[in-house]
């Protein structure tokens, strides 16, 4: 008969960490091993037995990374991570770190990182070598998540970290992405407010709805879906929209985003061209609509050209009146100018895109990290 008690062991295999709980011991001379059932040859000091078969059943456990991008943020580190941990201690089936991705802080951001990296055992810092653009931060940090999920958000704490529990509950519910729309916000200009709106809107026009209205950056990815990711490069990046390019299974979220915790916000003091240029390399990037748009104007141009030259060449040929209306025609001709250069400007968009593709240049680059590689 084998001996039955219950313990709380740790087993080692498959490269990963498995809490377990003992069911029997009984002996056995080679050590065998499934998906449901453990069972390992070791010795047990604990009991007066020696190669013995422990048959234990696995718990549950599913890893997490939490991708956050710090830019100047020092006031907000040690809130952000008393919040998650506060979080994540109702979650016992979760094992989770923190990927701290430094965005090349200026203040004291990065060794508030380091530190809480020494003391918790919980964060992995990642500083890079400068400012990067913030997707390519939360690139980087995809890009090093290794767990069965990640979670995306800002350092800032605007993404409420208790919104998290409705993350892993629509993750357990079989979602791939879980994201999080904005349905008020607070601290944005009217300006810049109603620029976003109209972003949405065009963007959802040229790209059949495939962004939402209101959606941001924090979200929660299975891994399937941030592997997916992983695999796409452009340099052009608008994360949000790669994102729902893979298509998975999605479930939405709606939240209110609160102030900032601490600091100033970066959005804000981006410069308003800089803001227009990255929608604008966002929508382009993809969709190939504006290039149709060029045709079919182009081809309904041409078409007016004929039909106002037949015209014009009927008044001529039966009331001896060339052209009639020097006006007229100058106006038309400016209009067709304007509409050419208009279309000469959305094809250089497109070669500039082309121009940074082919570059080649990384997405980022890292300058440290706290585990000490590189």
Not at 30 to 54: A, C, G
Request: charged share 20%; proline share 4%.
């Amino acid at each position: 008969m084998p001996l039955i008690f219950e313990d709380t062991l740790t087993v080692h295999g498959a490269h990963r960490t498995y809490p377990v709980k003992c069911v029997s011991v009984s002996h056995r001379s080679t050590p065998t091993f499934d998906f449901n059932v453990v069972l390992i040859e070791f010795n047990i000091t604990r009991y007066p037995f020696s190669n013995y078969r422990i048959e234990a059943a696995l718990q549950d456990t599913k890893t997490l990374d939490i991708i956050t991008s710090a830019l100047n943020e020092e006031d907000c580190i040690y809130e952000l991570y008393g919040r998650i941990l506060t979080v994540m201690q109702s979650h016992s089936s979760y094992e989770w770190r923190i990927i701290f991705c430094d965005n090349g802080s200026t203040d004291n951001t990065w060794s508030l990182i380091k530190q809480l990296s020494e003391d918790t055992g919980k964060v992995l810092g990642v500083r890079m070598s400068k400012t990067f653009t913030l997707d390519s931060a939360f690139t980087m940090g995809i890009d090093i998540a290794n767990s069965d999920a990640v979670i995306i958000m800002a350092s800032d704490l605007q993404d409420p970290p208790e919104v998290i529990h409705e993350f892993l509950r629509r993750y357990e519910e079989g979602y791939e992405q879980v994201v999080a729309k904005i349905v008020s916000r607070q601290e944005v200009p009217f300006l810049r407010r109603n620029l976003a709106n109209a972003f949405y809107l065009i963007a959802n026009k040229v790209t059949n709805n495939m962004i939402p209205r209101g959606v941001s950056d924090f979200r929660l990815l299975s891994r399937s879906a941030y592997q997916a990711t992983q695999k796409m490069r452009e340099r052009n990046r608008f994360l949000r929209g790669l994102i729902a390019w893979t298509g998975f299974r999605t479930a939405i979220v709606e939240i209110d985003r609160p102030p900032r915790f601490a600091g100033d916000s970066k959005y804000v003091k981006i410069p308003l061209r800089k803001t227009i240029r990255w929608a604008i390399s966002a929508i382009l990037s993809h969709t190939s609509s504006p290039l149709t748009f060029i045709a079919v104007m182009g081809f309904i141009l041409s078409a007016i050209s004929v039909v106002a030259t037949i015209i014009a060449s009927s008044f001529w040929l039966f009331s001896g009146v060339p052209f009639a209306g020097f006006g007229t025609i100058l106006g038309v001709v400016l209009i067709g100018f304007s509409l050419t250069m208009f279309a000469i400007g959305i094809i250089a968009q497109y070669i500039a895109l082309i121009y940074e593709e082919v570059k080649g240049r990384p997405l980022y680059l890292i300058a440290e990290r706290t585990d000490g590689t590189l």
